[in-house]
């Protein structure tokens, strides 16, 4: 109707602007994997969601009483991040279920504001808390939080003491360099990305592509050093490429600590002729938007951010719950972006070029 209020996309309106079942668009948009679903028909799906701008219940049909119980959710910088945005929601849809409400606070990071907030949450009788952070870093527990009821939320406290909750970056570490193997791959691949002390998950998933390799009696051929941002990659390989990088070490995989930094891959080896996959294969971490808006779609290990969020809460509740990290599965999103390798490696399994 002309001037009226557009009626609430459905469930059924995705199934069938994707030609699919509901109960498969109902599995594709609750993240479930038990259900034999193609990667194609997964993408159709959520690309029908984005289109119609698809809004999924947290909890349909779930009432939360008045006077509920309240978690205090601390952040700091979750709430104002795209990427935050699912975690809050696992978070609110496990304590909405469990008829608790959810408050958030996000405190940029600032020690003052964070413990300000803690005193008013405090104040008005919440006992129980996530501390969550936007990068999985190890953190240790903030003083205002210290005898507290306490999850951390992709963040863990070096010390322990505190049930968390964290992507297993080392396993998917790990898939991504067996999925490389799998495809054919061997002495031609290349790790893009910096690797910082301070980046806990960037630790963890070098540790695993490692240990996945050489599970095959491989190693990586190499490390291009750069920040995680397009611009970062795309010089850093721009570079390379003008040296002569893919004649002299002949390179046929890229794994790319994150979706940026492959989509900055992606845009230095087109401008130099490179065609993805068929010169070039390329395997990311994230499963972000970029991951599916790149031609070909990039494969990329998901973050779980839904399921750390409902996770947290539900550990949160159970009184039972021991103080140890949980490990989420971040699961592979198969896309166009691998293939077998277009030559016969000219060099033996393992080898080490002079630049890593």
Request: proline share 5%.
């Amino acid at each position: 109707m002309a001037g009226g209020r557009r009626g609430r996309v459905t469930l059924r309106d995705v199934a069938e602007r994707a030609g699919v079942s509901v109960t498969t668009a109902s599995f594709v948009l609750s993240g479930r994997h038990d259900m034999r679903i193609s990667a194609a028909t997964e993408e159709r799906v959520l690309q029908a969601a984005r289109m119609l701008d698809y809004r999924k219940r947290l909890v349909p049909g779930t009432a939360v009483p008045t006077g509920a119980p309240a978690i205090g959710l601390i952040s700091d910088v979750v709430a104002t991040e795209a990427f935050g945005g699912e975690m809050i929601r696992g978070c609110i849809s496990a304590a909405t279920e469990r008829g608790h409400v959810v408050f958030l606070t996000d405190s940029e990071g600032v020690d003052e504001l964070e413990e300000s907030a803690v005193r008013a949450l405090l104040a008005r009788g919440v006992d129980r808390f996530v501390y969550a952070t936007l990068g999985t870093i190890e953190y240790r527990v903030p003083e205002a939080l210290a005898g507290q009821r306490l999850v951390q939320m992709n963040n863990v406290d070096p010390g322990g003491g505190v049930p968390a909750v964290l992507p297993d970056d080392h396993r998917a570490g790990r898939e991504a360099a067996e999925a490389l193997v799998a495809a054919g791959h061997t002495d031609g691949i290349w790790l893009v990305g910096e690797v910082s002390a301070r980046s806990y998950a960037a630790g963890k998933r070098l540790a695993g592509i490692r240990a996945g390799l050489r599970a095959h009696g491989l190693r990586l051929a190499g490390h291009v050093r750069c920040g995680w941002w397009p611009g970062e990659s795309r010089a850093a390989l721009a570079s390379l490429l003008a040296e002569g990088w893919r004649e002299r070490e002949r390179p046929t995989a890229v794994i790319a600590m994150n979706d940026r930094a492959a989509m900055g891959v992606y845009q230095a080896v087109a401008a130099a002729g490179v065609r993805v996959p068929d010169d070039l294969s390329v395997i990311s971490f994230d499963n972000s938007d970029v991951a599916r808006w790149l031609d070909p779609g990039l494969s990329s290990l998901a973050l779980p951010y839904f399921d750390i969020g409902r996770r947290a809460v539900e550990l949160l509740l159970d009184d039972a719950a021991e103080p140890r990290v949980h490990k989420l599965a971040m699961n592979l999103r198969s896309r166009g972006s691998v293939t077998a390798p277009s030559r016969i490696p000219s060099a033996g399994p393992g080898r080490f070029p002079g630049r890593r």
